[in-house]
C-alpha cells in the first residue's frame, strides 16, 4: 500500500504518483513577518514538516520551497509607523521565525524566497497575464486580475471549492482587498504607489508600485519548481481566496495545470475557542517557550490530531504530551540499559512484534497521514516494551532493534530523545572504542579514553550490565 493523501482539487483520497518521481516539488505558504508566528501558524508549518519527513522516509527526493512575504499592507504600515526600513522591521520576525522553526525540530526547506528579491519574476509573471488580456490597469493605475476574462478563455475558477459565481459577486467575498476593481472579485496583481507607501516601492513596465500577495506565491513557486508541480500545502484559511487565486494566475498564464494535489491543514483552536488577542489565548512559540514548555512538547502536541481535523489546543494537553514524552523516554532509557553499548546503528531484521509495530505505524501515516493513529501503534509498542522488560524477556539484541526502529520512527515524529539524556555520536563513538580496549586487554588505551570522555564531560559508570554514560 503506498501513500494516499486528501487532494482539495478533487475532494478525495487520492493515491500520491509525482509527476516525475522521486522528485516531489512541494511549497508551502511561509509567514509574513510582521510579528512572531502564533501557534496556529506552527500547525500548518510543523504539519509541512511531516509531509516531508513521511516522502523523505519513503525514499523521495523532495523540493521544498517557503516563500517569505516581507512586502504588504501591514508590513508597510509598520514601518511607516516605526519610522524604519523595510528591511529593519521584517529582519528580526523573519529571524525569529527560523529560529522557532529550529525549536520545533522542522526541517528547513530547500529555498525560502523573500517576496522582495524576486520582484523581476513578479513582474515577468503579470507582463504575460497583460499580454494575454486576462490582466488589466484600472484607473487607480493598479493591476488587477480579471476574472470573467479568465472564465470566458474556459478557465475554470472556483477549482479548490464550489462557488455560485453570482452569490459570490452579490456577497462580495473578497472585499478584503482595499483597491479598486473591475468587478468584485478581481484582485490586485500590482499596487500602483501610493503616498503611504512612503519608500517601499519598485519600478515596473505598469508604474511604480508593489506586488499583491496572491501573485507572489505564483511567481516563487513556479519560478523554483515549474508550471506544474506536486504538491502545495497551507492552512485552510488560504484556500479562498490566496489558493484559488495561485491557480486562476498561474494557469491563466502557462495554460498548463498549476498543482497536483493541494493539501491544507485544518483551523485550531486554543482552550475551545478560536485564537484571539482580546480573549488572551493567543499565543507566539515564544510565549509557550516562556511558560516553560519546551520545543518538543510543542512541536509533539502540533502532531496529536489528524491534520484535517480542526485541534483544540490546551495546556492539559501538553501537559499529557509531557507525560507521554516522558513515557517515551524511559523506555528508551531501559532499552539502552538492556542493549548495552553500541546502542545506535543495530542492523538487522527487528524481532516480531516491534516489525509489525513499525509496519502498522507505516500503515497509518500512508492512509492520508494519519498520525493519530500512528502515535496510537507506538503507545501500544512502548506498552508492550514495557511488558517483556518488566517480565525480563527483553533480550539485548531485541532492545537494540527496538532502538534502531525507534529512530526510523522518530525520523518522521522529529521528537528526538530527552536533551539531558541526547548523547551525541561521537561520545557514543568513544565509548565503543573504550569497550573494545577493554577487551583486548589494553587498559592503558581504555583508561586514555575514559579521560577524554571525562574531558568531554562524561563519566562512565561500569555496571553488571555494561558501562553507562553520565552527563558530569
Ligand atoms: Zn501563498
Redesign the pocket.
Known sequence: MGLKLFNTLSRSVQDFSPLAPPRVGMYC?GPTVYDFAHVGNWRTFVFADLVRRWLEFNQFKVIHVM?ITDVEDKIIRAVRETRTSLRNFTGPFEAGFFTDMQTLNCRQPHETPRATERIPDIISLIEKLLERGIAYKAPDASVYFSIEKYRACGCHYGQLLKLNFDEMRSAGRVKSDDYAKESIADFALWKARAPEDGEVFWPSPFGEGRPGWHI??SAMSMKILGASFDLHL?GED?IFP??ED?IAQSEAATGRPFVKYWLHAAHLLVEGKKMSKSLGNFFTLRDLLAKGFTGREIRCALLQAHYRESFNFTFDGLQAVRAALARIDECLAKLREISGPPYRGAVGAPDGFTHSALQRFTGSLDDDLNISAAWGEVFKWIAELNRRIAENSLTAPDAAMALTAWQKIDSVLGIGTRPDTDIPSEIVSLLDARQAARKARDFKRSDAIRDELKANGWAIEDTPKGPKLKKI
Request: hydrophobic content about 10%; proline content about 0%.
Open positions: 505558504c516563500n507572489e506565491c497551507g488560504l490566496h489558493h495561485e
